[in-house]
């Protein structure tokens, strides 16, 4: 499986999905590749706050060849998760090209939902040569407990695009992870922040069965 995780407007938390499921990935026993396509390199980052051995490998490939070098970096690993660039370039495209599943983070905002059509109209435009691709929103930082947090799956009715069921609500947890290096079941394998990101690779796998 290639899932990429992409949208044009950053700060969505394109990165803390993707190295969250990436660690979950390599939780369950898979051999997982991390690529950032981010120029930023928050990933990249993320692996080099860590004190401990890694749980997966983390590449930096912001290149708009991506999609033709990926087979070859993919082979000797069950899963390749792609942190894509936080713009709709050259480079967003070889990542949705690349990509068996792109998953798009959006946060229960309007600002976010407005935002998403562009990403959305790319990958529209790559169905053409990728026919068997699956994307989907994924409902990201929401806030437990708020209208906006329940109404933002209305709201992405706009699109044609599937919203997962599963969402990932704002927790402290997911900065502490990010700042030293960890998965968020490291930190709390019991808690709630574990479970969303394990029902969230539970959801995506289920996509491409």
């Known amino acids: 499986m290639i899932c990429a995780f ?16 990436a660690a979950e ?14 120029p930023q390199g928050s990933a990249l980052d993320w692996a080099a706050a860590r004190q401990s051995s890694p749980l997966f490998t983390v590449v930096g490939l912001p290149r708009p060849t ?3 070098e ?13 942190d894509g660039p936080p ?10 090209m690349a990509a068996d599943v792109v998953i798009v983070p959006v946060q229960p905002s309007p600002y976010d939902i407005w935002a998403a059509e562009e990403v959305v109209k790319l990958i529209r435009e790559a169905s053409v040569y990728k026919e068997t691709q699956k994307s989907a929103f994924v409902i990201n930082r ?28 704002q927790r402290v947890v997911f900065a502490e992870a ?4 960890r998965a968020v079941f490291e930190i709390d394998p019991d808690g709630l922040a574990a479970s969303e990101v394990a029902a969230l690779v539970a959801e995506i796998k289920e996509m491409l069965r």
């Open 6 to 21: 992409l949208n044009q407007k950053g700060g969505v938390g394109k990165t803390t999905l993707a190295v969250s499921v």
């Open 25 to 38: 990935l390599a939780r369950r026993g898979e051999r997982v590749l991390l690529i950032d396509a981010d």
């Open 66 to 68: 991506l999609h033709r």
């Open 70 to 82: 990926v087979s070859a970096l993919a082979k000797d690993y069950a899963h390749v998760v792609i």
């Open 87 to 96: 713009r709709v370039t050259e480079l967003a495209r070889s990542v949705i």
């Open 142 to 169: 929401k806030v437990a407990n708020t209208a906006i947090g329940r109404d933002v799956r209305s709201a992405l009715d706009v699109y044609e695009t599937q919203v997962l069921d599963a969402t990932v609500t």
């Open 178 to 181: 990010a700042a030293t290096g």
